[in-house]
């Protein structure tokens, strides 16, 4: 059957895209327009106003994709893991700088200074010794100037 | 803001979006090598995600800056469609082809854009057309015809102007119809929208098109 009233608007607009209009079936609908000079004009305006439309160019040079990828990749936030790793290596760093600049204190006397307060004075070298062991080399020098009598 | 999902969309409509898609752009990459590539990015080869990338950037780009009218914002989004494809794939259960994904996503991400432009312009007042060229520029352009490619220009304008006064819905699902080429069955599933009201959207935004253009060439005649 032949549809007798005009196609609507909306119609004609899905008619242009290819699409089915709502109201009325496909074939129904061209056969319709065939038929009615009304609609044949609508159509056509419709039809000459949507190629009127300009074209919207979106030239993108050949190196766009390269770039955009460079830029998205740079933007991706580092994996998860790389934090322990680093947290480790920090770590690692630290133990080994520790061991090379660690000097030992002196362990006897201190060991002793705990265990032996005494000790530390057996121990501990005094300034005074240096000065005591020249007054003997001089004591020594004394007496034998005497024995030989110079 | 409307968050890209990918169960969004049953498994019927991904097929036929994935189909046509494949077919209009006549794809490099097909389901099979997709699917090898996606493992690689998943074992974590960074590279896959590489090529991925540059498969996808100008079609993805273009789309963007279909729908929004301007390039820079265009390039922004494509860049951020594609950090938001990174986070998703470890998730990607591959039900949907990555061009669908990227599809679905910068569409909508163009749609929360564009509303919140127009909430930017209500609430400051701002001004419509800020790339608007300097039209002492236009006139002082050395090429061959400068009065054609001011005519054009103009008309770019207009349609600019024209497309900036439908809702983004509308803008979206013209951009995708006429300019994309794609069935309003797949926008309806793109944007998870009914037929009918696709149909209708498209309806009021070529009408809207349709006087603003009229007046404009009424007026150059």
Not at chain 2, 139 to 165: H, V, W
Not at chain 2, 189 to 207: C, F, I, M, N, P
Request: include cysteine; glycine fraction near 4%.
């Amino acid at each position: 059957m032949t549809k007798t009233t005009c196609l609507n608007e909306q119609d004609l607009t899905l008619l242009y895209y290819g699409e089915t209009p709502d109201s009325v079936s496909l074939l129904e609908a061209h056969r319709h327009i065939k038929g009615c000079p009304a609609c044949q004009q609508r159509q056509l305006q419709l039809e000459r106003t949507m190629q009127a439309l300009p074209q919207r160019p979106c030239e993108l040079d050949p190196h766009y994709a390269t770039r955009l990828t460079a830029r998205v990749v740079e933007r991706i936030p580092r994996r998860r893991f790389a934090l322990p790793a680093v947290a480790g290596g920090l770590a690692a760093a630290v133990v080994v700088f520790s061991f090379t600049f660690w000097k030992p204190e002196p362990l006897l006397v201190t060991h002793n200074a705990a265990v032996h307060p005494s000790a530390v004075t057996e121990n501990t070298p005094s300034p005074d010794i240096d000065l005591l062991e020249n007054l003997d080399l001089l004591r020594e020098l004394d007496t034998l100037s005497e024995l030989t009598g110079v | 803001m409307i968050m890209p999902k990918e169960t969004c969309v049953s498994s019927t409509n991904a097929a036929t979006i994935d189909r046509s898609l494949t077919e209009r752009y006549a794809q490099t990459m097909d389901a099979a090598q997709e699917q090898i590539l996606l493992d690689r990015i998943r074992s974590g080869d960074e590279t896959g995600f590489e090529i991925l990338v540059k498969q996808h950037a100008d079609r993805v780009t273009r789309l963007a800056w279909r729908l929004l009218g301007r390039r820079d914002d265009a390039e922004d989004l494509a860049q951020e469609a594609f950090l938001r494809l990174h986070r998703a794939l470890p998730k990607f259960r591959g039900d949907s082809r990555i061009s669908t994904w990227l599809y679905r996503t910068v569409t909508r991400l163009a749609i929360d854009q564009m509303r919140r432009d127009r909430l930017r312009q209500r609430l400051f007042f701002s001004r419509r057309h800020v790339d608007d060229p300097d039209p002492v520029d236009l006139a002082s352009d050395p090429r061959a015809n400068p009065a054609r490619d001011l005519r054009t220009r103009e008309a770019m304008q207009r349609l600019q102007s024209a497309l900036a006064d439908l809702s983004p819905r509308q803008r979206a699902i013209f951009t995708l119809r006429h300019y994309e080429g794609l069935p309003l069955k797949e926008i309806a599933a793109l944007l998870d929208l009914g037929e009918g009201t696709v149909k209708s959207h498209l309806h009021r935004a070529v009408t809207s098109l349709r006087k603003e253009l009229a007046d404009f060439h009424e007026e150059r005649s």
